[in-house]
């Protein structure tokens, strides 16, 4: 752990506010990220942003401060932005990266600092190094921001040009012509005034919950997770919406309920896009996915012919293909989306517009998962489960990862594959994923059957097989 205490894991920090989360780490980190875009540019200009939470655009301002006394020009975002819009107007701009303060979908108590490239996407792992060495080095030099004194700083209205963007990518006409009605959930987050906006202004009913600033989130955490989304359910089925939908506190991901509030699972979503986006935009690069997320994409893209990549858990390797131009779509089983030719970062927003053009052209998503098992042949159900593991449990645990079973549970493994963890296909097309957290002491686990009963009975037997290993 570098000794200014902060550890960025995948391009971002996180901490409990006031506790490890201060306004001196907010003006470390800022100072780090300044001394690394010097290196690369003699004039640069960083981006920052803001969410909705506690205290994020003063420790917004306090971030730009720093950068513009470290030789950096900040420019600062004018309202709370989604993160997609600040990935998307850093290439635009010329911008050398950005920061952006949020906790994305953690509760209230959390916040964050999310550094990215000049290609608008996560830092790297190297980058990542570079700015924890840099602030640990800045820390044992008893580095201090000098004055409190913020200086003017230029701002500016990411909404016009991302805004514009979705229009050119969403068909908002078909949504018109079928008479789409929606009811959104913000969350309290900083997806509110965004898509519910852009919505209105193309002419398409919509309602909108828990639109307004609460740092709290009303107590839980701002993620569309069906326990979360109890109010936005019974919204929908008073007002008969065609759908309903919700997106975190950063904008990120996305929640989709259908016309009888029922939750969508973002594995079935991300294959019904996948099929639609090939068939309606005629793609031929390819989709990327988690090996965590369902193999219903797998099936989709081989009747369309295309091309498949696997990542580890997370979104930094789809990010990298979207932004490197090799795949036309990139998801994962956490509800993130990506499309080539935006932005190379989850956007839950554009995300929420694709589902309803797709229930626009095609119907209700209930109907259109039959027609899909039918086409490709098999039914997909994914589960996931998480077995609570002491210590000595998890090295036991990680011993076997490592190995490479010819039969597990009385199921014979076909495949094996230890991208991240430990998967087994089995034969008969069930396949299982476990892995630990990168983050608690626990173990992973998904599964996916060709029904939601067996692949349950996949995941418990396999939960209980972990908890027994000796």
């Known amino acids: 752990m570098p000794q200014a205490g902060i550890h960025f894991g995948k391009g971002d920090w996180r901490g409990v506010v006031g506790e490890d989360f201060t306004f001196a780490k907010v003006r470390l980190a800022a100072a780090a990220m300044a001394r690394l875009v010097r290196k690369g540019q003699a004039a640069p200009r960083l981006l920052v942003a803001h969410d909705t939470r506690f205290l994020s655009e003063d420790f917004a301002r306090a971030a730009a401060a720093v950068l513009e006394r470290g030789g950096v ?91 514009d963007r979705l229009s050119e990518l969403v068909r908002f006409d078909a949504m018109r012509r079928n008479r789409l009605s929606v009811t959104y959930d913000a969350m309290h987050g900083s997806g ?36 979360q989304l109890h109010r936005l359910a019974h919204v929908v089925r008073r007002s008969g919406a065609s759908l309903g939908m919700a997106t975190d506190g950063a904008g990120g991901r996305f929640g989709i309920l259908d016309g009888e509030g029922r939750f969508l699972t973002p594995n079935h979503l991300l294959g019904l896009l996948c099929d639609y986006l090939a068939e309606s935009r005629g793609w031929r690069l390819g989709v990327a996915r988690s090996v965590a997320t369902s193999h219903l994409i797998d099936a989709v893209a081989r009747l369309h012919g295309l091309p498949v990549h696997r990542t580890p858990v997370g979104f930094d390797g789809i990010s990298r293909l979207v932004a490197e131009g090799r795949v036309d779509l990139g998801g994962d089983e956490g509800a993130g989306l990506a499309i080539g030719g935006h932005v190379p970062e989850k956007d839950g927003i554009l995300a929420c517009l694709l589902v309803a053009e797709m229930v626009a052209e095609r119907g209700p998503v209930e109907g259109q998962l039959v027609a899909l098992f039918r086409c490709v ?9 998480d077995v609570a593991l002491d210590e000595a449990g998890r090295a036991r645990l990680a011993t076997w990862l490592k190995s490479e079973p010819e039969e597990f549970l009385g199921r014979r493994v076909v495949h094996t594959d230890h991208t991240d963890g430990l998967e ?11 892995r630990p957290s990168g983050t608690e002491p626990l173990s992973r686990i998904y599964a996916e059957a060709g029904s939601l009963d067996q692949a349950n009975r996949l995941g418990k037997e396999t939960g209980q097989w972990i908890r027994n290993l000796k």
């Open 73 to 163: 020009h900040a420019v600062l975002a004018d309202r709370p932005t989604p993160t997609a819009a600040v990935s998307f107007a850093i290439p635009r701009g010329k911008f050398a990266g950005g920061l952006v303060l949020t906790g994305g979908d953690v509760s209230s108590e959390y916040n964050g600092v999310k550094l990215l490239d000049r290609q608008g996407m996560p830092l790297g792992p190297a980058q990542v190094a570079e700015i924890e060495r840099l602030a640990g080095r800045l820390a044992d030099e008893g580095w201090e921001a000098q004055g409190d004194e913020i200086p003017e700083l230029e701002t500016t209205d990411l909404s016009i040009a991302y805004l």
């Open 192 to 227: 509110a005034g965004w898509l519910d906006w852009l919505l209105a202004a193309k002419g398409i009913p919509v309602e909108t919950l828990h639109a307004e600033r609460d740092v709290l989130f009303e107590g839980q955490s701002p993620d569309p997770l069906p326990a």
């Open 377 to 385: 042949g098999a039914e997909f159900w994914p589960v996931r489960l």
């Open 424 to 434: 087994l296909e089995f034969e008969g097309g069930s396949w299982l994923l476990v």
